[in-house]
């Protein structure tokens, strides 16, 4: 036996329910998305909207690292300066020892003993 309210059936009171989904067709519609027209349109801005960022991103890192290569390039080229003036120094300091060996060799030269030097200083010239 059924109770009936006011002449209905409780089985009558209960809110028709959609066999599918009973609660996914209201918060598509919420959200805006009630066809899938829509739907594809919303991820198709998702989809633009994360690509425009990852270009900002992209863009970003470029910038750093562009500039992390210019201060290498430049620590690059004040290395080859001061390379080059190592080589020069080491040419200089070189030249000491081929001049003093070409004088001992070719013009018999030799270093003088202490006792025959001779300091002259400034007031010896005047008389």
Do not use: C, Y
């Amino acid at each position: 036996m059924k109770k009936t309210v006011k002449g209905k059936s409780r089985d009558a009171i209960k809110p028709a329910q959609s066999a599918s989904h009973p609660t996914s067709q209201p918060m598509l519609l919420w959200l805006g998305v009630g066809s899938s027209r829509s739907l594809m349109l919303f991820l198709l801005l998702g989809t633009v909207l994360f690509s425009g960022l990852m270009v900002v991103k992209t863009t970003h890192e470029n910038r750093f690292a562009f500039n992390e290569l210019q201060m290498l390039r430049e620590e690059a080229n004040q290395l080859d300066v001061e390379w080059g003036q190592l080589l020069l120094e080491q040419s200089t300091f070189g030249l000491d020892g081929r001049i003093e060996q070409k004088a001992v060799e070719q013009l018999r030269m030799q270093v003088p003993e202490i006792d025959h030097i001779v300091m002259v200083g400034r007031d010896a010239r005047k008389p």
